[in-house]
């Protein structure tokens, strides 16, 4: 089993796509790298059969949400694992949600199908070629994104929530 380091990851994808890199950090001995949205497919197809790194299984595809960065409102995170090295990476996207669109990725991973499926149904974001991009924990009747930040946190309307009741 080879080990290769977070920088080594780094400094390949930097070579092969020095315009699609926007940002790294290294949190808790974990690479994250915020990549343009429009290179995704190609990344991890890179980082899949890269000989060294070696990206091979895809643990987790969700989605976020940040109102307040106009222009990349809404990302998709991608969280990887290369089992031959014992190394994780994630990778995030934004898109802007007036149109949230990204390429799916279930020709590198087929295991994106239904994970894509969720993030679509909770945020909105629409997979662009996803074989079958439909609801999959909500109703098919709801008209918007649960998980978006876009509603207030409690009721309004409620007459029971008196702040002075409580001290404030």
């Excluded at 940040?66 to 031959?84: A, C, M, N, R, W």
């Excluded at 898109?95 to 390429?103: A, D, G, T």
Aim: glycine share 4%; aromatic share 12%.
């Amino acid at each position: 089993m080879s080990t290769i380091s977070n920088g080594y990851i780094l400094n390949e994808i930097s070579e092969q796509f020095p315009d699609s890199v926007i940002d790294s950090l290294e949190s808790y001995g974990m690479l994250s790298i915020e990549v343009k949205a429009n290179d995704i497919i190609a990344i991890l197809s890179f980082l899949k059969t890269h000989p060294q790194i070696q990206m091979n299984f895809l643990t987790d595809v969700c989605g976020i949400h940040y109102p307040d960065q106009i222009g990349k409102e809404l990302g998709v995170v991608y969280h990887l694992h290369s089992f031959t090295n014992n190394v994780r990476l994630r990778l995030k996207c934004f898109v802007p949600s007036e149109k949230p669109e990204i390429h799916t990725i279930t020709s590198v991973f087929e295991a994106a199908n239904w994970q894509e499926r969720e993030t679509f149904d909770f945020y909105g974001i629409e997979f662009v070629g996803h074989p079958n991009l439909t609801r999959i924990l909500n109703v098919d009747e709801m008209d918007y994104f649960p998980l978006r930040k876009e509603y207030p946190l409690e009721d309004q309307t409620r007459t029971d929530k008196d702040d002075s009741y409580f001290g404030r």
